[in-house]
């Protein structure tokens, strides 16, 4: 039986952690290594915690600098041998831990990743599709979209990933996945249609109340990583954004710029399909307009011409007026 570690970040979320340590805690499972990392709470969360602190391998109550650094300082004592972290807020299926075993096998399995529901006012409205991988590593890097609540991370790839980047704070678990995929590609990736965790959204939660600091941090990451890596897309980034380079960003060794620019045209391929979805047409063209088609595959071509034609003839009123129909 592997050696699991969970850390959860917390702070201020009392009515919320109790079921997060029974979720963790009522796996039953044997080998399990559960460390809570506290940023000096306010309300009656140290008090929860402390019920069940003869069950934690360690906790602790004080100021931290947000999230990352939370996360960092429990990564710093965990000894297991799959890792995860529970935000506070979320709660795990029962029989996680036990699939989660089962799963690293073999050895060779260095990330697996479930599905998670997704709670509104305690209510599943619907479930995640998962870790998002296609069939090219640029594709998957400019894209970079992980659940993270439900991946989990053998230690002997995170020894090699290094801690999160503590200056981030809505998309260090991206910028996370983007340093295994280009330290590992594709390889070692065991994606299960199992639902490991339930994750909440409320109206404090970042998810639902930060979208635009997300935006903001991953345009500042794939603008560092273009600046870092020396990749020209950086000057494109400089003219069109407000952007600026993340502090204590780690650069890799020896990863490819031709993986790096076909990367970032995806990045702004994906950034232009979502803004066009949400009738942004302004900010949709201006992502299309950095992109050299030719970093693209067919398919994936035929998107780009596809949004260009429908931003240009098929106005906002009349797209809005086609979904109702539809």
Known sequence: MKKISIITP???QGQFIEQTIDSVLSQNYNNLEYIIIDGGSKDNSVEIIKKYQKY????VSEKDN???DAINKGLKLATGDIFNWLNSDDYYEPSTFKKINEYFTPDDVLVVSGRNNILKDNLIVRISSGLYLYNSLEKTIGNAKIDQPGTFFRKDAIDKMGLLNPSLHFIMDREWWIRYLLLFGLNGIKKVDDVFVNFRIHNNSKTNSFQDDFVKE???LYYSIASIYNVPEASKFEKYFKISLIPEFIKLPNISTDLLQKSLHYFWLHQGNISYAHDDYKTAALFLSL???EFLQKEDAQLYFSLKNRIKFLPPFLKKLINRIR
């Open 10 to 12: 917390s702070f201020n």
């Open 56 to 59: 934690l391998h360690y906790w």
């Open 66 to 68: 947000g999230q990352s």
């Open 218 to 220: 991953a345009l500042n």
């Open 291 to 293: 992109i050299n088609v």
